[in-house]
Each structure stands twice: as C-alpha cells, then as structure tokens.
C-alpha cells in the first residue's frame, strides 16, 4: 500500500517562510514525478510544483520566484521551500506522487494546512 505523508504547514506572518516535506512509501514501482497542489476554500485544486525523477522542475506562475521545489530520489521524499509568503498563499497543500507504472498511477497524501497571516 502506498503512503504519502506530508508534514511542515503551520502558520506564519507575511514575508515569512515555510518548508514542506512530503515523503512516499510502499510502493513497488519507482516514484516518476512529484508535486505539490493546493486547494484555497472555494477554489479549486492547482499545481503548485512538480518535479521529475530526473530534475525538472514546473512551477505556477504565482509562485515563481518564491518557492523551490527540490526531491531526494533515495528517500522518495520531495520538498517546496516556500519564501515570501503572502495571505493568497493560504492554502491546504497536497503532495502528489506518480508511479512509474503502466497505467498511471497517483497517489495523494492528506494534506497539510498552510496559513499566511496579513
């Protein structure tokens, strides 16, 4: 059974930063790409940033510049350095982790609460 765990949300003033951990386990494929999501109320679900097992990176334009995806292959663990936090970046963050299998397989972790205050 695959497990993703994500653990670092908190809340923090504008301008502030936050790292964010999320950590895959169980599965018998290897990890292909991982990202992180978030979900405002009201608003849907968007990536964040995802990274490949080889490095690449995609970032929303709104939060270029700020945050850094970054993944350690060896833990399957990925991380989003998160700088200059703003009040919109609140937000349950969601890790996402992809299987490289045929089909496709996701896998979502439970979420982490991240809280931007004005």
């Known amino acids: 059974q695959v497990q993703v765990v994500e653990s670092g949300g908190g809340l923090v003033q504008a301008g502030g930063s936050l790292r964010l951990s999320c950590a895959a386990s169980g599965s018998i494929f290897p990890i292909d790409a991982m990202g992180w999501y978030r979900q405002a109320p009201g608003k849907q679900r968007e990536l964040v940033a995802s990274i490949t097992s080889g490095g690449s990176t995609d970032y929303a334009d709104s939060v270029k510049g700020r945050f850094t995806i970054s993944r350690d292959n060896a833990k399957n663990t990925v991380y989003l350095q998160m700088s200059s936090l703003k009040p919109e970046d609140t937000a349950v963050y969601y890790c996402?982790?992809?299987?490289?299998?045929?089909?496709?397989?996701?896998?979502w972790g439970q979420g982490t609460q991240v809280t931007v205050s004005s």
């Open positions: 996402n982790a992809q299987l490289r299998v045929v089909p496709s397989k996701n896998y």
